[in-house]
């Protein structure tokens, strides 16, 4: 859970649909060195490159795309539109306009296929209950601390050589370099914690090697680490869809 496309797309599409950087900046920050096309865009035959669908979205009208990362029964933000739910749990994540719905699926390392679903005619669904920078910086600050034993226990670091480095980078400020460069410090500085946290987390949830060796252990593991994974996706959404002041 530690790579979130859908972010960068609606941070990225969000500041370039309301003047805020410009076409060729948005397109090399969402697409980095990675092939990404999009199927099913509204008013596109087949596949199109996605700087195809950017345009495509103007034409349709959008304004702000936000990020919604749904979850086993919270799929809140997300349209009622069949096949819709499945897939952007399937993925973890969804970029939701007004018009259409984007939800990314990777095809090997270097392409990114994107399934769009178009919202004419659906009725929209309730507005997101975002919680301020300052709560979710909050928020990710006390679950890791509520977590740090079981970290600990867990001997991470004897299996995966990199996880002294990601815990040592929460104590200090990490700006992330992935939203646009007139966004919020804070949304920077929350992304940076939260992308570190969640690349922790990828390697602590994982059946092995680990420390949670039976079945108890790793129903404890999960229970633990369960608030701080509900932590880092409230932390993520924040960032991703905060608008500079």
Sequence with gaps: MHDFPAGRLAAWATAWLTGRTSYDEALDAVTGDTAHRVSGLPGTDGAVPL??????LRGLGERRLRLVLPAPGDVRGLPAVPGLAAAALEAGQAAVGDAVVLVPE????????????????????PPPVEGTLRAASGALDLAVSGSARTLAELDLARWHPEVP??????????????LP?????????????????????????????????????AARRDAVLRPLSAAVREAVTAAYNALPR
Excluded: H, K, Y
Excluded at 111 to 125: E, H, K, N, R, S
Excluded at 186 to 210: E, F, K, T
């Design 51 to 56: 700087g195809e669908a950017l345009s495509a």
């Design 106 to 125: 990777p095809l090997g390392p270097e392409v990114l296929q994107w399934t769009a679903f178009g919202l004419d005619g659906v009725p929209p669904p």
């Design 165 to 178: 480095e990601l815990l040592a980078g929460l104590a200090r400020p990490t700006p992330s370099r992935g």
């Design 181 to 217: 460069p007139d966004s919020d410090p804070l949304a920077l500085s929350i992304l940076g914690r939260a992308l570190r946290v969640a690349a922790v987390l990828d390697l602590a949830m994982a059946d092995a090697p680990g420390g949670a060796v039976n079945q108890a252990q």
